[in-house]
């Protein structure tokens, strides 16, 4: 979907060695960017109408202030009803080659359709949604403009994934290369051979989006990447987040059951828990409490509080 995605950060000897640039967007060819697409996709973001008892919208589990993610395990949905996974920020959406925890979705034309279609989430049906929005003079015509044919499910879904293409971070203290010294020596381990962080959080994304099972349970309610592909071997393994921003997204896992970062390092730190599809990175890491201090200090680092406070992604 972007070029560069999931390649090591590139050297850039004038700053510090692990400096990266942010990779192009690439739109595909029927949804090219354009500005009236990208405020219908706004505010379909923020319409409630997306739900069966319209109470919730997208931004309802996708909170800007949070870098589109939630601040508790679940999130709720249509009826009140919790949801079944952590909420996952939609920063640099765009750069992500595949979409859901299993990596089941191509494209994010395409993604909105599973929150619309889960129990727990929308509850919905699209073509239920159309008919709802469409009744609005403003969406309706905007559509039009947007899309040159009437408001449909195709207008619906493209005007969505432009808006969320838009959702680009790149402004952090590491990006600026504005590291203290404890985050410096943070980076240093993050990046180290001691710790591995970087083998899985690369590139500039600070993922490889490969899936991966990191030891956190025994036994794993959720079968993960085993739901799409049936297969043993894809059990309780789950697409690597990215960790820009991600001091702000707390709660952690897939679960939501780790609630701050030096609880995440403390999981890493131990080795996690036996599993049989446990990667071979996870191990025990031997961290004095110094060294864990400069890895959370150095994650925070990834903060962009541009990006947290634009307010071009909020409805004015």
């Not at 595949?98 to 494209?107: I, K, N, Q």
């Not at 410096?184 to 990046?191: N, Q, S, T, Y």
């Not at 690597?240 to 970062?261: C, E, F, K, Q």
Request: hydrophobic letters at 35%; glycine letters at 6%.
């Amino acid at each position: 979907m972007a070029s560069g995605c999931g390649q090591d950060p590139e050297i850039d000897s004038s700053k510090n060695k692990f400096q990266s640039k942010i990779p192009s967007v690439i739109y595909p060819a029927d949804n090219e960017y354009s500005d009236i697409r990208w405020q219908l996709g706004k505010m379909l973001f923020y319409n409630v109408a997306f739900s069966n008892d319209s109470s919730i919208s997208c931004a309802g589990c996708h909170k800007p202030e949070l870098a589109f993610a939630d601040n508790v395990a679940f999130s709720k949905g249509a009826f009140n009803r919790l949801g079944t996974r952590n909420t996952p920020s939609l920063g640099n959406v765009a750069l992500h080659p595949y979409f859901t925890r299993e990596g089941g979705v191509a494209s994010l034309e395409t993604q909105v359709l599973v929150p619309i279609q889960e129990h727990n989430e929308f509850d919905f049906n699209i073509l239920e949604i159309v008919e709802r929005l469409k009744r609005d003079t403003l969406i309706a015509n905007m559509g039009f403009e947007a899309y040159n044919r009437p408001f449909d499910y195709y207008v619906l879904v493209r005007a969505l994934a432009t808006f969320e293409r838009g959702l680009l971070s790149s402004n952090s203290d590491f990006d600026r290369n504005e590291l203290t010294e404890n985050q410096k020596a943070g980076m240093e381990l993050f990046f180290s051979d001691k710790t591995n962080c970087s083998k899985c959080h690369s590139g500039f994304n600070f993922t490889n989006y490969a899936f991966a099972n990191n030891g956190l349970y025994e036994k794993y309610a959720d079968l993960g990447r085993k739901r799409l592909t049936g297969l043993q071997s894809d059990e309780a393994l789950f697409k690597v987040a990215s960790l820009r921003n991600v001091a702000i997204t707390a709660p952690y896992m897939h679960d939501g059951s780790l609630p701050d970062l030096p609880s995440v390092i403390n999981h890493y730190n131990s080795g996690g828990k036996p599993h049989e599809n446990k990667s071979d990175l996870i191990k025990p890491l031997h961290l004095n409490e110094t060294e864990k201090n400069q890895l959370v200090d150095f994650l925070k680092s990834l903060t962009d509080n541009q990006f947290l406070a634009n307010t071009t992604f909020r409805l004015q």
